[in-house]
């Protein structure tokens, strides 16, 4: 009774393998796993069955490496994490820091322009006051020369008179002792006068002045921004700063995942090799 009750009872096994057996061999259990096909097969496989010839290493040597490349994979994707979040704090932080460069920038620009235009302005008052005092000494010039000839005339005018008078007496005599007297200024009266042409003061050297002035701020500003900051050499920065948009500045991987990849990269790459090298005699 004991012996048949021990015919019914299923075999207990201590070994791993439980109910994992050989997809090819059945009655046999899946111990060894074949690392040119990777699948999981027995002991026979790799001697009699479609494995024969294939590396392969015992399943829980096998399944050990892979945890062991498994934790070394979660190791690097919490680097990776890491440095992601990292990457995010500097992103934030970065662009806090943008936002306050930025209102600086424009606020110093605001000031600059400031002064740009008050010295704009100075200038203007200085050319105008500059064509104001031309204006009056050339004014005054012409006043002082017009108040000349106004005397010179009513000098003329008496002397035109007492002609006039001494021209009408009735005694020779009288008459040529009077002519007599005043022949000499007749002589110089007589003399032709000058006639003063004056030159117009012109102010055009000053509007030409301002006028290639105002082209040449034009025809620097109708160049773009850019340009005119990559070919003034006082303008350009440091190779830490960059004036394109959303520039980034990458860097190596950190130790902990460079070596991950180089172990995970020589694996896989062993395991893909193999498997096409089994096609390819197949």
Known sequence: ?????????????????????????????????????????CALCPVLGAHRGH????????????????????ECLATKKRQHADNIAQLEDTGERLKVS??????????????????LDEEEALAKSFIDKNTQLTLQVYQEQAESCRKQIEVMSDFS????????????????????????????????SELSHPVPLSFEPVKNFFKEFVEAIRNTLQTPMDTRLKENINCQLSSSSSTKPGALLKTSPSPERALFLKCETREWEREVGEHRWTKDRK
């Open 55 to 74: 590396p392969v290493g015992l399943a829980e040597e096998e399944a050990a490496r892979a945890q062991k490349l498994m934790q070394e994979c979660l």
């Open 1 to 41: 009774m004991a012996s048949g009750t021990a015919e019914v009872r299923a075999p207990v096994q201590s070994d791993w393998t439980g109910g994992w057996r050989c997809p090819e061999h059945s009655e046999r259990p899946a111990e060894l796993f074949c690392r040119r096909c990777s699948r999981c097969v």
């Open 102 to 119: 930025a209102d600086s920038s424009k606020a110093w620009l605001t000031q600059k322009f400031t002064e740009l235009r008050l010295l």
């Open 161 to 192: 008179i007492r002609v006039w008078d001494i021209s009408q007496v009735s005694n020779p005599v009288q008459l040529l002792q009077a002519y007599i007297a005043t022949k000499a200024e007749m002589g110089q009266q007589m003399s032709p």
